[in-house]
């Protein structure tokens, strides 16, 4: 017998990785990932320009899934006690896609051609 991970079933888990992709592809974030290349690679605080590249996305996939959340907050404030989790992560998993719309279209650009 199967049991559900939590109530809110494997949501947080597809809001992660949408959070990711916006993280790793978003065309947005290339002049963030440049600069901190630039700045911090030549040995500053850390010496591998990879690394960088990595948490440069790991912030951008940060502040995705931060500024998604927003939406979900307000969305619980106003319901009150009506809100179900459930609803709640639903909002944050349609604030996550849409704020990952552009690096959709840069991954596809990207990898298919």
């Not at 990879?50 to 996939?61: M, Q």
């Not at 009150?80 to 650009?109: I, Q």
């Amino acid at each position: 017998m199967t049991t559900p991970v939590t109530e809110t079933g494997r949501i947080p888990l597809a809001i992660a990785a949408l959070a990711l992709l916006n993280g790793v592809f978003n065309p947005w974030l290339l002049p963030q990932t440049t600069a901190a290349v630039i700045l911090l690679a030549p040995g500053l605080l850390v010496s591998s320009a990879s690394l960088v590249v990595y948490l440069a996305s790991l912030f951008g996939a940060l502040t995705t899934l931060v500024a998604a959340g927003i939406p979900a907050a307000l969305y619980e404030r106003l319901a009150g006690g009506r809100a179900t989790p459930f609803a709640v992560c639903l909002v944050w998993l349609t604030a996550t896609a849409l704020l990952s719309l552009p690096a959709a279209g840069m991954a596809a650009l990207l990898l298919l051609g």
